[in-house]
């Protein structure tokens, strides 16, 4: 498969206007609405990802489309799904060529959805577009990450972008919980080609090819995402933050 990596993850947060992290911690930015599903974001970026900040202000027009074919696996349907609690709810890979993705995917014998036309207006009144593909496979315990190619090249958005990073701040893994760890290893290692760095009888940590961030699948009673693991080099010792249904914990 074509290389890789992170582009965000997505943190349902309730009243999202009026959210902060304590003492302004991770600065938030201005974001937009996706008309077409009834939701609108605020923004993160951190030196390697960003984080997206994810709320609903059209509930019976996002319940609807969740029912639809499509709908079940767009990137809010979790929310849907896990009766609107706060928290993380899925993550999403970058790729240069989504439809090239799409046709090593359907080679393997994976279905798939997409790639699904996106955009929204930011406060500029400028329109963002971007194209997502979708895993289909309903045989998951975790809701599989999804894929996504920027309409501009990596180069100008990154340029665009670097000024609102907060380099101090690096994602260094993600916690994932899954009630059949060794289902949810085997899918992931088939769909995004990542490979084994570590395994025992509590987790097993995974890696893409082209990125260093890891994914620590824990043995649990209850599937989902669970933790955000930072690097922060301004600290001087560990520290965690659990707010609105998900932990940010940051180390040195």
């Known amino acids: 498969m074509l290389p890789l990596k992170l582009d965000h993850i997505i943190h349902y947060v309730q009243k999202l206007p009026d959210f902060k992290f304590p003492g302004n911690l991770l600065k938030i930015h201005p974001g937009g609405k996706h008309e077409q599903l009834g939701t609108f974001n605020r923004l993160v970026y951190v030196e390697n990802a960003y984080l ?3 709320d609903v202000y059209k509930t019976e027009q996002l ?11 767009t990137f809010p349907s979790q929310i849907v799904q896990d009766h609107f609690h706060q928290g993380f709810k899925s993550i999403a890979f970058q790729t240069d060529d989504i439809d090239q993705v799409k046709a090593d995917l359907e080679s393997r014998d994976v279905e798939v959805i997409g790639p699904v ?5 930011n406060k500029k009144g ?9 895993l289909a496979d309903p045989d998951y315990r975790v809701k599989p990450p999804f894929f996504i190619q920027w309409n501009e090249p990596n180069d100008v958005r990154e340029q665009q972008l670097s000024q609102l990073r907060q380099q101090n701040f690096k994602i260094r893994m993600i916690g994932i919980h899954s009630s059949e760890r060794a289902h ?5 290692q088939t769909w995004f080609d990542m490979q084994v760095v570590e395994e025992n009888e509590q987790y097993t940590d995974l890696k893409l090819n082209n990125d260093d961030i890891i994914f620590r699948i824990f043995v649990a009673d209850h599937s989902g995402y669970q933790t955000v693991v930072l690097q922060d080099t ?9 707010i609105r249904g998900a932990q940010y914990r940051f180390e040195v």
């Open 117 to 121: 036309n996106m955009e929204r207006v």
């Open 126 to 134: 400028e329109k963002i577009k971007w194209r997502l593909l979708y």
């Open 234 to 242: 301004s600290a001087t010792d560990p520290y965690t933050i659990n």
């Open 184 to 188: 949810t290893v085997a899918k992931w």
């Open 52 to 54: 997206e900040l994810l």
């Open 63 to 73: 319940q609807k489309i969740v029912k639809t074919e499509e709908g079940r696996v």
